[in-house]
């Protein structure tokens, strides 16, 4: 890929962050690379609300490794550990995709953690999730984190991990905190400000 994009007149990407990733490791021109957002149509919500009583933790995604569901289960470990269960996950996996996944569930389930394998969901139900829960987004391997643009369009919470395509799309958002990739506890402590009525 690094030869033929030496050899391209003109290379299209994403984000800022891939074009900066381009120009440093494929020693290019800046001008050689070219930043195109996909075009994404954004569905009007309501004003962004969340349950003080239960708050809700929202993550779409679906079962690959690399999108680090464990990060957050490890989270909700720690919030048990604490005594803090009141609160509400949701997950657009449906816990069978993978031996991976399956793991993932079935240690949910025997912590009784208040994880709920939704699986996947229309566009309709996404869009009113973001507008009344907290998104958190652990992936760190993404091109364009498209929840994070959807979220941010309901004027949502998020919580994400400190990647860089995370950076490109919501570093310069009010409402965005971001955690070390793996840093379960951070997350864990993030969201207890969140069930305690503060904000992350």
């Not at 033929?4 to 490791?25: C, D, F, G, P, Y």
């Amino acid at each position: 890929m690094k030869a033929s994009i030496r050899r391209a007149k003109k290379v299209l990407v994403q984000t800022n962050w891939m074009k900066a990733e381009i120009v440093r490791q494929c020693r290019i021109p800046e001008s050689r690379v070219e930043v195109k957002f996909p075009a994404v149509e954004m569905l009007e919500t309501a004003p962004w609300h969340l349950d003080e009583k239960k708050p809700l933790f929202f993550y779409p995604a679906n079962a690959s490794a690399y999108k680090n569901h464990r990060t957050f289960l490890k989270a909700c470990q720690y919030l048990k550990k604490a005594g803090y269960t009141d609160y509400q996950v949701i997950w657009t996996v449906n816990g069978d995709e993978n031996k991976g996944i399956q793991a993932i569930r079935k240690e949910a389930e025997e912590w009784k953690l208040p994880i709920v394998f939704r699986g996947p969901m229309s566009r309709r139900e996404l869009f009113d999730l973001y507008a009344s829960s907290v998104l958190v987004f652990p992936s760190y391997i993404e091109t364009i984190g498209l929840p994070l643009l959807e979220a941010r369009s309901a004027g949502a919470w998020i919580l994400a991990a400190d990647c860089l395509y995370a950076r490109d799309c919501v570093g310069d958002y009010r409402r965005a905190a971001f955690f070390e990739t793996f840093d379960s506890k951070r997350l864990g402590r993030m969201m207890r400000k969140w069930i305690k009525g503060g904000q992350a």
